[in-house]
């Protein structure tokens, strides 16, 4: 009797791409992703961390057991959409219709992501709080993880219990992060691909980290020292480490991470984008806002030469650059490629070349007349 050879399930999708219409600062834009490694780029106020904030919400609330398609299940959806943008983007008395594009009488935003499945979740949400029109037949995904650009150790201790209790300066993402990180680490010898993500961190900061009692701490030659003691630059790659260990991080998940440069050393920037390529590399789609000029020019370095590079750090890259446009500024258009060069406009680098020129200014101001 002949048996069918078995095969291995089907990955679950991740991100292609995404249209948004009329929310924030998007007028009409439709972003089509990379599987590995998405950077978002741009002056203050251009719209990126609302971006991520946007495709974190759609990742977690479409990403949830599928219904039945029917009436009552849409209703569930877009009540969990409409919860889920008042507690990550927390306008003022959780009027989420403050998120639609400002324009005199009523408006209505329209966002819809695409998925590598060919599958989609969407939604409408108008400037009168109401989200509707709230479809998805994703399916399942896996874990998606937002990390904000204020590190999260030194506060994790006792804080989902205030959040739950208390009203607290905090949006959602922190306490989604803190359960994240609360996870018990993965039993076992460490496997290959997770011990090769990890020691690099954990030789940067000199230790492993661990969850005892409530409380993080990092343990190693300088014996165990509780996390809000070491550095804010050490605690950012100790949450990084933890979240690989616990198995938040995983094949076909999503990391969100808002400046993961913030108060990094440049040796730890490094470290970092070697981390995040490695990350990318090994099945997990990640989204990064920053302004770090060494972070964007060696992630773009990667892309432009991946032969060169060691192969556990080869993905795809692709860059975003957001821009104000119009004379009322309070649109932005969206420029992408493969590296650095190819966006239309870079803030860093356009900054970098101006010390440059000033210098040289300087220079030429200090030389005594002939």
């Known amino acids: 009797m002949s048996t069918k050879p078995e095969t291995e399930p089907a990955a679950a999708p991740i991100l292609r791409s995404a249209s948004i219409k009329k929310?924030?600062?998007f007028t009409d834009e439709t972003l089509e992703f990379s599987s590995g490694l998405n950077v978002f780029i741009?002056?203050?106020?251009?719209?990126?961390?609302?971006?991520?904030?946007?495709?974190?919400?759609?990742?977690?609330?479409?990403?949830?057991?599928?219904?039945?398609?029917?009436v009552l299940e849409a209703e569930k959806l877009e009540n969990r959409i409409?919860?889920?943008?008042?507690?990550?983007?927390?306008?003022?008395?959780?009027?989420?219709?403050?998120?639609?594009q400002r324009a005199t009488g009523r408006r209505g935003a329209m966002v819809s992501g695409e998925f590598t499945n060919k599958k989609r979740c969407s939604f409408r949400l108008s400037s009168l709080d109401k989200v509707s029109e709230a479809k998805s037949n994703v399916g399942a995904l896996q874990e998606a993880a937002f990390l904000p650009s204020r590190e999260?150790?030194?506060?994790?201790?006792?804080?989902?219990?205030?959040?739950?209790?208390?009203?607290?300066?905090?949006?959602?993402?922190?306490?989604?992060?803190?359960?994240?990180?609360?996870?018990?680490?993965?039993?076992?010898?460490?496997a290959g691909m997770l011990?090769?993500?990890?020691?690099?961190?954990?030789?940067?900061?000199?230790?492993?980290?661990?969850?005892?009692?409530?409380r993080f701490y990092v343990t190693g030659a300088d014996g165990s020292?509780?996390?809000h003691l070491v550095s804010e630059g050490w605690r950012k790659l100790a949450a990084l480490a933890q979240l690989i260990i616990n198995g938040t991080l995983t094949k076909n998940g999503f990391l969100f991470w808002d400046e993961p440069e913030a108060n990094l050393n440049p040796k730890m920037v490094v470290q970092l984008s070697d981390t995040l390529l490695r990350l990318a590399n090994q099945g997990i789609q990640v989204f990064v806002v920053s302004h770090d000029y060494l972070l964007t020019t060696r992630l773009s370095l990667a892309s432009e030469y991946p032969e060169a590079i060691p192969e556990d750090q080869r993905c795809p890259v692709k860059f975003f650059g957001l821009v104000r446009r119009g004379s009322d500024g309070k649109g932005v258009s969206v420029s992408s490629g493969s590296k650095?060069?190819?966006?239309?406009?870079?803030?860093?680098?356009?900054?970098?070349a101006a010390l440059y020129d000033y210098e040289g200014s300087l220079f030429q101001k200090s030389q005594p007349e002939a």
Not at 166 to 181: K, N
Not at 195 to 214: C, F, H, N, Y
């Open 195 to 214: 011990d090769a993500l990890v020691r690099p961190l954990e030789d940067e900061i000199r230790g492993k980290v661990s969850l005892e009692g409530g």
């Open 152 to 190: 999260v150790l030194a506060l994790f201790e006792g804080f989902v219990a205030a959040y739950e209790k208390r009203e607290l300066s905090f949006d959602e993402t922190f306490r989604d992060i803190c359960l994240a990180l609360s996870e018990k680490q993965l039993r076992g010898k460490r």
């Open 82 to 100: 409409a919860k889920k943008l008042a507690r990550v983007f927390r306008p003022q008395n959780d009027h989420i219709g403050r998120l639609v």
């Open 23 to 25: 929310f924030g600062l």
């Open 42 to 70: 741009g002056r203050n106020g251009c719209g990126k961390s609302h971006l991520i904030k946007l495709l974190y919400t759609l990742v977690k609330v479409c990403g949830e057991a599928p219904g039945d398609g029917s």
């Open 340 to 352: 650095l060069a190819d966006l239309q406009d870079n803030p860093i680098l356009e900054e970098y």
């Open 225 to 227: 020292i509780e996390a």
